[in-house]
């Protein structure tokens, strides 16, 4: 976690899962989107409300669902209404 600042024996395999956690790398719309599905949103609203394709609006939900490593929309409003981090976040893929 973030007490840790990344100290230790400086070896990557030490570090994998230490310093990431699951959203690390969304995109910040795919956040936003996260978001707006945790407001409880379909994509359909969530394209009207971002000005985007229903269409695209479930490809950024499918990135999401990969990023994170979960499988429905209900683990990705979880992760959002955790804060997109922490131990909530982790604990989605058991």
Do not use: C, F, Y
Not at 67 to 72: D, N
């Amino acid at each position: 976690g973030e007490a840790d600042g990344g100290a230790g024996n400086g070896s990557p395999t030490a570090r994998v899962g230490a310093e990431r956690s699951p959203g690390w790398e969304l995109t910040e719309r795919e956040r936003q989107i996260a978001d707006l599905l945790a407001a409880g949103m379909s994509n359909a609203a969530i394209g009207r409300t971002l000005l985007v394709s229903t269409r695209t609006a479930e490809t950024h939900v499918r990135h999401i669902m990969d990023k994170l490593g979960v499988s429905t929309r209900t683990q990705i409003a979880v992760w959002a209404a955790a804060g997109g981090a922490g131990p909530e976040a982790a604990a989605l893929n058991t």
